[in-house]
């Protein structure tokens, strides 16, 4: 193998590998099938994706929305969404999709290729990051990349527009630099950690602290270097630049606010997501039924887990260690944290794979793994296709979006009877905000706006004498209707809470 300071050649991909000690394996997956499946696996699920489905509601047109309001403002610092501040995610996703526009003008493409390329990246930085955790088995990082990228969890979550694939690249390039800090204790290290650090605070905000914290603070279950007063003074300027960075930025946007962003961030969006006051609030021991589900196809088999049984008796294997430390901790944070999602797990499970490749190296012949994810992802392409082409109607707002885009240049007031989350606003590139009103406030304003639009689902209306809407389509389990006002008003229609009925 090459020196630790160089990343992982060609030539040791195709090297062969010391027969394994349980199977006596030689390693038979050169550089060229490992990339071929690695490139062809993540950016051709993507491609298959950009193809059979749309931008899907609400998580990735809202962030298409905001990007979009963005660029038409011309206002790179400060988020909006709807002509309002957003102040639930930092810029950095904003900032990748500006600069791809940049380059080749507005649209989806680029936007929704932002996954697939960050799965690909991901999956190459793991297996440079188990080269570096075990130096005389460099076989162990491609074998990672090959189960993060064929855990169904991956191959589906890849092809999205999220924050969590974004944060998980700058996560690993954080987890390589304080290896390499741990092995060397170069500044230059020492300042990759802290800048990567600052990235995935850019991207997803003060959870990056989860991923990169832990291996830090358990510096001495891991790293070959004492941590002596020059690591000291190392790691603070590195945790500096970790915190100056994103600072920088929300300072600089919260005059832009006059006070209001900063405000909210520290208040209600850090302390909010906390205690699971602004959304998904979930119980303590909610993620446990998801582990073994996310981590498929790899659950379903045997070997995997007699590979799992096996780390428990080689406690003094130093990578072992630093993997150990980071997933525990972490998922324990996690868990604490009363708002969750099964994506924040992500970066835990792509570290927690690495393990598990640890485990098999040597038990497992690589090339048996590698028909396993060959099969797992041609299995995964065949339920896209036919999963997007039955669901892809249901979801596509590209048509509604243009419509009221159209109606709002025409000098239409439009509002939404609901919870209103930029739904149209990319689609329909609309340089004026949707009104959003709740039902009781939709009965008052289509009496005073005859000619205004009413963008509703159809459990929030009280539909009578059939009025003809503008535009109608089914939307989820439900349909999304547009109607003129005053044609609304005529019929004797109202509208309700979902769940409720409400008279005229």
């Known amino acids: 193998m090459t020196s630790s300071r160089s990343l992982i050649s060609d030539a040791d991909f195709g090297r062969p590998a010391v027969a394994g000690a349980a199977g006596g394996h030689r390693d038979e997956l050169g550089a060229a099938t490992w990339w071929w499946l690695v490139v ?10 950009l193809w059979l489905r749309p931008l899907l509601p609400v998580d990735e047109t809202r962030y298409l929305t905001v990007a979009w309001e963005m660029w038409e403002r011309g206002s790179f610092l400060l988020p909006s969404l709807n002509g309002e501040l957003y102040e639930h995610k930092p810029p950095l996703l904003f900032w990748l999709i500006h600069a791809g526009w940049a380059v080749a003008g ?12 960050c799965t690909l990246a991901s999956a190459w930085l793991l297996s440079r990051l188990g080269a570096r955790l075990w130096p005389q088995s460099p076989q162990v990082g491609r074998l990672g990349g090959l189960l993060f990228l064929g855990s169904v969890f991956v191959a589906f979550y890849g092809t999205a527009l999220m924050f969590d694939l974004p944060l998980l690249v700058f996560v690993c390039l954080g987890w390589l630099a304080l290896h390499d800090a741990g092995t060397h204790g170069r500044w230059r290290d020492w300042l990759g950690y802290g800048l990567a650090f600052a990235a995935a605070m850019l991207t997803k905000g003060p ?46 946007a919260d005059r832009q606010s006059q006070g209001e962003l900063l405000r909210r961030v520290l208040f209600e969006q850090t302390l909010g997501r906390v205690q699971g006051d602004l959304g998904h609030p979930r119980p303590l021991y909610w993620y446990l039924p998801f582990l073994p589900l996310m981590a498929l196809p790899w659950t379903l088999w045997p070997r995997a887990w007699r590979a799992l049984g096996g780390l428990w008796r080689q406690r003094d294997d130093r990578g072992l260690r630093l993997v150990a430390t980071t997933v525990v901790t972490g998922f324990v944070l996690l868990s604490a944290v009363g708002g969750k999602q099964v994506h924040y797990l992500l970066p835990l499970l792509a570290l927690g794979l690495l393990a598990l490749a640890r485990g098999l190296h040597g038990a497992v012949a690589p090339r048996q793994l590698l028909r396993r994810a060959q099969s797992g992802l041609a299995a995964i392409a065949l339920v896209m296709v036919a999963g997007f082409a039955l669901l892809a109607p249901r979801y596509d707002l590209a048509a509604a979006g243009r419509h009221v885009g159209d109606e709002q240049r025409a000098g239409r007031e439009t509002v939404y009877v609901g919870n209103y989350q930029g739904e149209f606003g990319y689609y329909g590139r609309l340089h004026a905000p949707v009104r959003e009103l709740t039902p009781a406030q939709a009965r008052d304003w289509v009496r005073t706006s005859p000619d205004g639009l009413v963008i509703a ?37 109202s509208f309700r809470e979902p769940g409720r009925d409400s008279g005229p």
Do not use: C, N
């Not at 507005?106 to 390329?117: F, Q, Y």
């Not at 270097?225 to 500096?240: D, H, M, Q, Y």
């Open 207 to 252: 959870v990056a602290m989860v991923y990169l914290l832990p291996p830090l603070l358990a510096w001495r279950l891991w790293a070959r270097l004492p941590f002596g007063s020059r690591a000291a003074w190392r790691v603070t300027v590195a945790l500096a630049i970790a915190i100056a960075l994103p600072l920088a930025w929300l300072l600089l």
């Open 457 to 493: 689902r159809r459990k929030r209306l009280v539909l009578h004498g059939a009025p003809q809407p503008e535009y109608r389509q089914r939307y989820k389990t439900d349909e999304l209707l547009m109607f003129r006002a005053g044609d609304l008003v005529a019929s004797g229609s």
């Open 106 to 117: 507005v649209g989806e493409t680029w936007p929704r290729l932002i996954g697939p390329l």
């Open 40 to 49: 062809a696996g993540s950016l051709g699920l993507g491609l298959l994706s």
